[in-house]
């Protein structure tokens, strides 16, 4: 049993910063891959980055390389998503996910067993 809980987000600035984390509970933490994804209003969900354990990387979407990095403590159980240099079409809700099972493509939300509620991003021109 895990779960995953996010926390920050709010409303920035074009270009402006925000740091977005995510608190997880469960054994084997340092095992998951963790991701986020967003959804924006009228969209689908999309990936938008993650630590993977099965492939030892992180990877990111096109739309955010360059300017969003991941990265996670093991210790604390958590990930951040420091978004920098942010774009009105960044706004969105921001999930945080765990994969424990190593199957599927860690750009594939239906991969994920544990997610998060959601976190509002609003950034305006």
């Known amino acids: 049993q895990g779960q995953v809980e996010e926390s920050g987000g709010g409303m920035a600035q074009a270009g402006d910063s925000l740091k977005l984390t995510c608190s997880a509970v469960g054994r084997f933490f340092r095992t998951w891959t963790m991701a986020w994804f967003r959804q924006a209003p009228g969209k689908e969900r999309e990936f938008v980055a993650c630590d993977s354990w099965r492939n030892g990387g992180t990877f990111y979407a096109d739309s955010v390389k360059g300017r969003f990095t991941i990265s996670r403590d093991n210790n604390e159980r958590t990930v951040v998503l420091h978004m920098n240099s942010l774009l009105p079409e960044d706004t969105a809700v921001y999930y945080c996910?765990?994969?424990?099972?190593?199957?599927?493509?860690?750009?594939?939300?239906?991969?994920?067993?544990?997610r998060g509620q959601g976190t509002q991003v609003i950034v305006s021109s």
């Open positions: 996910a765990a994969a424990v099972l190593t199957r599927g493509s860690d750009y594939d939300w239906d991969n994920y067993e544990y």
